[in-house]
């Protein structure tokens, strides 16, 4: 069973910065493509990132595109998740969550992704 854990959450003021952490389990990291989600309560999960399996390729949603990063570091089964410039707007609960293994091609579709950590809670208040 793979297992995803997230970490970095917490509360900042408007223009600050986290950066978030997944540890997956296993030692297929390499093989799965990743993503990070964000979901509001009463809103459907949404991606916000995703990077490919050797960390070529990346993909951000507009809004956060020049302020968040996605990076990943294979010897150490973690993906990241860089958040800078803070709005409040970004307060949601991020969701870690990997593909099956042996995905090539970036994957930007919540039902693509197999795998799915607990989520860490992002506050940013203004």
């Known amino acids: 069973q793979v297992q995803l854990v997230e970490s970095g959450g917490g509360l900042v003021q408007a223009g600050g910065s986290l950066r978030l952490s997944c540890v997956v389990s296993g030692r297929f990291f390499s093989s799965y493509g990743m993503g990070w989600f964000s979901q509001v309560s009463g809103k459907e999960r949404e991606l916000v990132a995703a990077?490919?399996?050797?960390?070529?390729?990346?993909y951000y949603i507009d809004s956060v595109k020049g302020r968040f990063t996605i990076s990943r570091d294979n010897a150490k089964n973690t993906v990241y998740l860089q958040m800078n410039s803070l709005k409040p707007e970004d307060t949601a609960v991020y969701y870690c969550?990997?593909?099956?293994?042996?995905?090539?091609?970036?994957?930007?579709?919540?039902?693509?992704?197999?795998?799915w950590g607990q989520g860490t809670q992002v506050t940013v208040s203004s």
């Open positions: 969550a990997a593909t099956r293994p042996g995905v090539t091609a970036l994957k930007i579709m919540r039902d693509e992704y197999n795998y």
């Open positions: 990077i490919s399996r050797g960390g070529i390729n990346t």
